[in-house]
């Protein structure tokens, strides 16, 4: 599980596709961000707190409004599993890393993809972008990979 950037909201994925969103302080479950076809493998809160970003086995990323709960877009283009996703410092592109040897950046306001980066020869497990000097810790949680 993960805390949101201000420590409000904890993150938490699961195999049945879906992920929630609760209160830190009540332990009430705020909203349920289902709308995947498999196993949640990470999610993460853009540096706002105000989106998440989810990465599924389904081969597809999914950006919600943390707020009203709400798919705002599906970042499909992947062939295989996706192992995770992170937004830039800014907010503004998300990354994904896939099964299928490739990470792909993609517009978090357009969910157009912008760049593939291929060369891996097997699974890309992990792509995270790093924090401007000074910034504070972004909120990431993603399952550990099994072999």
Sequence with gaps: ?????????????SNC???????????????TLDGHDAWVRCAVFSPDGAQVATASDDGTAKLWSADSGACLRTLGGHSHFLRSAS??????QVVTASDDGTAKLWSADSGECLNTLSGHRGSVVSAVSSPPPAASFQGALCRATEF
């Design 1 to 13: 599980a993960v805390f949101s950037p201000d420590g409000a909201r904890i993150l938490t994925t």
């Design 17 to 31: 596709g879906a992920s929630k969103l609760w209160s830190a302080s009540s332990g009430q479950c705020l909203r």
């Design 87 to 92: 937004f830039s410092p800014d907010g503004a």
